[in-house]
């Protein structure tokens, strides 16, 4: 069973930085997509970033290109998302997602995930 447990997030002011962080566990070899999600009540969870551990492929939304980092330590099972220059509108729960595939037209799509996190709330105050 994929278990993910993410930790990380907290309270910053606008223009920090904060680092989640995803310990995954139960994946054995296979190769898998793990990707970050981010929700505030009344509207969707969307898709942050993802990186498919297959070929290395990483994705990003628009909204958070040149400023987020998506990276993963395979040989730990632990995903990172490094959040630099963090704006008010990023404030949301976080959530970590994998599964065993993904690409180009799957990745944001949370659906497209069988297994989450807990999620961790993320507040950036301006």
């Known amino acids: 069973q994929v278990r993910l447990v993410e930790s990380g997030g907290g309270s910053v002011q606008a223009g920090g930085s904060l680092r989640l962080t995803c310990a995954a566990s139960g994946y054995g070899d296979s190769s898998y997509c793990m990707g970050w999600f981010r929700q505030v009540v009344g509207k969707e969870r969307e898709g942050v970033a993802a990186?498919?551990?297959?070929?290395?492929?990483?994705y990003y939304a628009d909204a958070i290109k040149g400023r987020f980092t998506i990276s993963i330590d395979v040989a730990k099972n632990t995903l990172y998302l490094q959040m630099n220059s963090l704006k008010p509108e990023d404030t949301a729960i976080y959530y970590c997602?994998?599964?065993?595939?993904?690409?180009?037209?799957?990745?944001?799509?949370?659906?497209?995930?069988?297994?989450w996190g807990q999620g961790t709330q993320v507040t950036v105050s301006s």
């Open positions: 990186v498919y551990t297959h070929d290395g492929t990483t």
């Open positions: 997602a994998a599964d065993y595939y993904c690409d180009d037209n799957t990745w944001p799509h949370a659906d497209e995930y069988n297994y």
